[in-house]
């Protein structure tokens, strides 16, 4: 037989009771606050994973953000081209007419009138800005005027550089084409290439002389099948950030499942837990108060 | 009759003090150390008569006190283990709840940070786009300072801690040692038995001693104990304590070291690394696992943010069109003088942005031995130690020890034989990082090159192949800008450089025999070639260590040109760069991002506060074990006493009824007589 001191006994209750009420305290702070893991201290793997995901979530947000960025632009883009796209087709419709015998030199230059609204139209067009006032068109030099006339003479003054934004960890998508590649780069019917506003301003002068457009009309198709790719490749690229943007998406949705997995208390548990430590503390303190009341002294007198 | 009234009186006597012994214990009872005494009797010598021996009543051999050295020790021992492992874990939880509290932790400040840069290349030109990364990188600067002023209080902390308890132990040897001198003079009185009041005296002393350092005990015969603490210094000899000291350390200012005298006037010794158990163990455990290792860490991030984000910001192109300056403050530390040296040189740690990945979290010592410098890793395993002379491992000579570099400053009187210094290259990087922009339109959010397919003046393009080429890239500033008027042409010929070889010649770019690129279209060439192609070493080296790719086939006479990217406000080449170092493996030999090597120190000091947390429940589980098994032998159960009181009561009033008798015998006998 052990034999107990009084003070072991007086210690032995008393750190029952403090222990429950550790455990309780802890159940109870949990349950305040959501959380299964506390500190990194409650679960150290489970801590760097959290930290992990959170990461992994908040720069696929990011990613999100990105791509709503570029997808907004783009959709600029898309309206700038398409807009243009349109007021070629007009030209082309116009040069055909005017390259008809049945047409005055008076009806030509009438049409001509028109031809130089759609180039005008094409031009403000071409100097389109995005939401932020920079100018779409012009590469890396956004404040820079893409376009300018002078004297019948188009100038491009921006450069070739496609701004790239981050849609995924590995992936960049263009949020722009340069004013090149779309209005200057054109390919002619020959092979070679042109200047899409020196083509329209050569249907305009000739019209206005009254006589029917030189250009070949197979350059103007050429033109409208020029703007028909960028849109296409824009249209193109709007698709693909649908796409990643979903993959992202679902990206999120995964990690936030096993964010909440592995970080989120489970209450149902936690709850009966609380109950199960709240009886063993009342246990405690029932078997303490009625040890302690036990001694012989009672029964001296 | 006077035998029976000796016998009676010798009993009343005895009884009279076995109960006192029972009433010391019951008010002995919650006295902390106190072991029961109790009262051991002994029937008298009896006296010979002619029937044989009568007896002669009882006397006290020994008021005894219940007690088990080994048990004791065991205590003490269980008692230093526990304090070490409690102080270690108290400790270790404010770390623990620093680190892992999002609104004071890093990794949120730095993915900030780097989202910010994101929304840049988003939108270089915006201003509030701009605006955001000035606040996040102000928000990381000070969230980095904020976490290592922690480490800097809690090292306060624990030094100012460490010198309390120091003081403390100083006060209890020396009560000891006054306790020893009570107990050898206790025992020349008491016939070889000490009074066992000072006994449990003592053994508390012990016991207080024994929770602030591990010690062991050496029994002498006068009664006196010898106390030594870590692998045997002396603290407790007979009559004299030796006084604990903290000292500062010569190497290491942070981290004062622990003394003990020698007694005389022999300057204290340094103890520090045999000290063991206890809460001092315990505070220089802290000190070392947690602080020291996990500033040192925190540094690395620090260290690796700031050098990588400025070598890369440095590569770009602000919005006024200016080279990026340094976005963090570029980091330096002086190497610790040793207070023992007597040159008075200097020692300055920098950096090299290229061998981040080499860094460790590891101090180095740096000794002299009057010609050759020695650099020694200061960790479980080091590498062998860099031997070399000045000016070898300064930034000129571009060599590094684990990626930092030494710059060397003579002072008056230079460096002398034997001189040396404490080199932490990373332990002080998370206080110093300073973010170093004030106007937003610093950030370099653009590329300093673009380029372009040559064309006539107004924008209209005269190459007529089908060719290509990239936007270039840069790895240092040399030669860049290009200069206003001086773009580098590539013109596509069939004899690239006189060689007879398809390719381009390059003008204002590489001179003479280098100034052309070989491309072949006829050839893979056509699907993408990377220049430069290794053909010419260094080739562009003069320019930035250009690098692009051409691909398509070509016409002669076809030209590109490599430019300075002036106007290029939307451009954001940079700004991505920069969001991209978030996922570059910069640290560790190229295995863990910044954030990484964050969340491991977050893991660590999780998994070590963890272990300190179960060691200590273990520990205090063992103490109260042992403590139960002394307190089973040694401490007072109240029942046992009111036991012992009927008893010896009991035994007390027979006794008096026996003085009765024999006074009744005596009347009889007197009574008798008068008749």
Known sequence: ???????????????????????????????????????????????????????????????????????????????????????????????????????????????????????????????????????????????????????????????????????????????????????MDVPTSAGGTQNMFAMIEQIAVDLEAGTAPTAPLADVDEAVAHLAQVLASVGGRLKSIDEQTEVNTDFVTTMEISRVDIGELDYAEAITRFSQQQIALEAAQKSFAQIQGMSLFNFLN | MADILNIGVSALNVYKRALSTVGHNISNVNTPGYSRQYVELGANDPTRDGAGYLGNGVHVNTIGRRYDDFLASQVRNAQSASSFQGTLFSYAERINNLLGDPNTGLDSAMQEYFNAMQTVADDPASMAARQEVMSEASTLESRFNQLSQHYDNLRNSVNSDMALKISDANALA??????????????????GKAAPDLLDQRDQLLRDLSTIVGISTAEQSDGAVNVFIGTGQTLVVGGTAFALSVVPNAADGASPDIAVSRGGSGQPQAITSFVTGG????????????????????????????????????????????????????????????????????????????????????????????????????????????????????????????????????????????????????????????????????????????STEVTDANGNPVNTGSAAITQPQIATTTGIPLGVGLPMGFTFTNNAGGTGNPGFDITNGPAGPNDYILYDPTTADRFGKGFPDGSIPNQFSLFGGLTFEISGVPAVGDQFQVEDNAGGTGDNRNALALAGLQSTLTLSGGTNTFQETYSQLVSDVGSKTRYAEINYNAQEGLLASHEESLFSIAAVNLDEEAADLMRYQQAYQAAAQVINVAGTIFDTLLGAVRR
């Open chain 2, 174 to 191: 020396t009560s000891i040692a006054e306790i020893n001198l009570a107990i050898t003079a206790s025992q020349g009185v008491g016939n």
């Open chain 2, 279 to 450: 809460e001092l163990g315990g505070l220089l455990e802290f000190r070392s696992d947690f602080l020291d290792e996990g500033q040192r860490r925190l540094g690395l991030t620090a260290v690796g943010l700031v050098e990588a984000t400025n070598q890369q910001h440095a590569l770009g192109l602000d919005l006024q069109g200016g080279m990026g300056g340094n976005l963090f403050s570029s980091l330096s530390f002086s190497g610790e003088n040793n207070r023992n040296n007597t040159g008075n040189g200097t020692v300055d740690i920098t950096f090299n942005p290229t061998d981040l990945g080499d860094l460790t979290t590891h101090n180095y010592q740096l000794d002299f031995d009057g010609t050759n410098w020695t650099a020694t890793q200061l960790s479980d395993n080091p590498p062998a130690p860099v031997v070399f002379a000045p000016p070898a491992y300064s930034p000129a000579s571009g060599n590094t020890i684990d990626g930092f570099h030494l710059a060397f400053t003579a002072g008056t009187t230079a460096w002398a034989a034997g001189d040396s210094f404490l080199l932490k290259p990373t332990v002080a990087a998370a206080g110093a990082i300073n973010f170093a922009l004030t106007d937003p339109r610093q950030i370099a959010a653009a590329a300093p090159l673009r």
């Open chain 1, 1 to 183: 037989m052990l034999r107990i001191s009084t003070p072991t006994q007086f210690q032995r209750g008393i750190n029952s009771i403090l222990e429950q009420q550790a455990k309780l305290g802890y159940t109870q702070e949990q349950i305040a606050s959501g959380k299964k893991v506390l500190s990194p201290a409650d679960d150290p793997a489970a801590s760097a994973q959290l930290l992990e995901l959170g990461r992994a979530i908040e720069t696929v947000n990011q990613y999100q953000e990105n791509a709503g960025r570029a997808k907004s632009r783009l959709e600029v883009e898309e309206v700038a081209i398409s807009s243009a796209a349109s007021a070629l087709q007009r030209v082309r419709e116009l040069a055909v007419q005017g390259g008809s015998d049945t047409f005055t030199p008076a009806q030509r230059a009438s049409m001509a009138v028109e031809v130089r609204e759609m180039q005008a139209h094409i031009l403000s067009q071409a100097n389109a800005k995005d939401s932020n006032g920079e100018y779409i068109f012009s590469g890396f030099q956004g404040r820079v005027q893409p376009f300018t006339e002078l004297g019948g003479v188009y100038t491009y003054n921006g450069d070739m550089g496609r701004r790239e934004l981050q849609i995924s960890a590995d992936r960049t998508l263009a949020d722009r084409d340069s004013g090149f590649a779309v209005f």
